[in-house]
């Protein structure tokens, strides 16, 4: 009885030894690959599993979370025959675990080489200039090439990017002084910019106050030649009615005419750029029996007289001239 016992009791230890060989836990974000005899079946997923011991085995497991792939600095020779150094990362994700399994055989070495080879061929393919600035399109041009080229393998590239791009000194020293002359440049233009801007503006308020200068010349011009004519009209007016005044019979209106007339001519000797001093040693009462004389001519000529008045009196004049 002792030995049946025992038998059944290794009996049952070993059943429930298999039992525990043949459940598989599989942790959130893996996916266990199921092999029978060596040959791929089916795929484990996350939780509780159960295969036969000895009949079904764990292949590979992968990790079907999003990882990231370091690219080492590496030296690159540009379109333009610059030395460059550069390194980038590489994130990507299995979505087929049996093709990741199975189709490569080391996947995360193959997927740094081929980001290597393809970043050497885009970057290759540029100017140093546009390394430098186009920084964005390089990305996307890996990201395109590289995810292309893992579709077989079950894995989606998510995204690439270039983390540092170191040129020579040589070649960063002469950016320095090539950026300092442009900004020099730029300075410069705009500089000269604001002066043409500055010229320009005074020309044009130059060119205003002729404009201005010139309408109120010719305003004050006009102005001025309206005034004559008006004065002219008002002379002709008044010598018009002074003649008309005369062949009524009238002599007042020539005396008041002709006394203008003196007023003004001895005004005439005292504006004269010649004279210093001038002396009029005349009496009010002389100058009014000069304009009745005058009165009296204009009588003896109206009415047809024969004898001819008196002349009138000249006043003294004495002038100091320069």
């Given at each position: ?81 610059a030395m460059i150094s550069t390194d980038g990362v590489v994130f990507f994700q299995v979505l087929d675990a049996p093709k990741a399994a199975y189709e490569v ?54 995204r690439v990017e270039i983390k540092d791009i170191r040129p020579p000194a040589d070649i960063v020293n002469a950016m320095g002084r090539q950026m300092k002359a ?141």
């Open positions: 009885m002792d030995v049946i016992a025992g038998l059944l009791g290794v009996i049952v230890a070993l059943v429930l030894a298999y039992l525990f060989a043949s459940i598989k836990i599989v942790r959130q974000g893996y996916n266990y690959t199921i092999e029978h005899f060596g040959r791929f079946t089916t795929v484990a997923r996350p939780g509780f599993n159960l295969y036969p011991a000895f009949f079904y085995r764990v292949g590979r497991k992968v990790n079907m979370m999003e990882q990231v792939i370091d690219i080492p600095g590496q030296e690159i020779i540009t379109r333009d025959n055989s080391d996947l995360y070495m193959a997927l740094m080489q081929l980001t290597t080879t393809n970043l050497r061929t885009v970057m290759g393919s540029m100017d140093l200039d546009e390394t430098l600035s186009k920084r964005d399109e390089i990305n996307a041009r890996l990201l395109s090439v590289v995810d292309q080229a893992t579709t077989p393998w079950g894995v989606k590239i998510t442009e900004r020099e440049k730029r300075a410069n233009i705009l500089e000269a910019e604001g002066t043409r801007a500055s010229e320009i503006l005074r020309a044009e308020g130059q060119k205003q106050a002729r404009i201005l200068e010139a309408e109120g010349r010719k305003e004050s011009a006009f102005r001025d030649a309206e005034a004559r004519e008006r004065a002219a009209e008002a002379e002709a007016k008044a010598t018009e009615l002074v003649s008309i005044a005369i062949e009524q019979g009238s002599p007042q209106s020539l005396n008041y005419f002709i006394a203008q007339k003196y007023v003004e001519a001895i005004g005439k000797f005292a504006t004269s750029p010649n004279a210093k001093t001038i002396l009029f040693p005349v009496e009010a009462t002389q100058l009014m029996g000069t304009l009745g004389g005058i009165g009296e001519l204009a009588k003896e000529i109206v009415g047809g007289a024969s004898s001819p008045p008196a002349p009138p009196p000249r006043p003294r004049i004495e002038a100091a001239e320069d």
